[in-house]
């Protein structure tokens, strides 16, 4: 079991930065790429950005250049820095942790199971 809890969402004017943070706690032993994903109203929920163990990361086109996301293993903590904010923005934001095939070096087969946090919603307007 994995729980996940952001923080650092909040309104924001348009141009201004804000920097979420989740924080894993529980089995985290298992625990391989994290990322970050949003949710607009209407909208299906959509991948922002996503960094492995190995702090290789990907990135939504629409937020390329503009955020910035990174982890601290050691901590269990996974950051997404996000500057020059618009209104599109907008929307809930979860974390998201996904469990590794490998834990301790040795190959875990079978399903992998996903854990979201409960969202932290990110507000961007004048």
């Known amino acids: 079991q994995v729980q996940l809890v952001e923080s650092g969402g909040g309104l924001v004017q348009p141009g201004g930065s804000l920097r979420l943070s989740c924080a894993a706690s529980?089995?985290?032993?298992?625990?391989?790429?994290m990322g970050w994903y949003r949710q607009a109203p209407g909208k299906e929920r959509d991948l922002v950005a996503t960094?492995?163990?190995?702090?290789?990361?990907n990135y939504a086109d629409s937020v390329q250049g503009r955020f910035t996301i990174s982890r601290d293993n050691a901590k269990n903590t996974v950051f997404l820095q996000m500057n020059s904010l618009k209104p599109e923005d907008t929307a809930v934001y979860y974390c998201?942790?996904?469990?590794?095939?490998?834990?301790?070096?040795?190959?875990?087969?079978?399903?992998?199971?996903?854990?979201w946090g409960q969202g932290t919603q990110v507000t961007v307007s004048s």
């Open positions: 998201n942790a996904a469990e590794s095939r490998y834990a301790s070096g040795r190959y875990i087969p079978g399903p992998l199971r996903n854990y």
């Open positions: 960094i492995t163990s190995g702090d290789n990361t």
């Open positions: 529980g089995s985290i032993f298992r625990i391989g790429a």
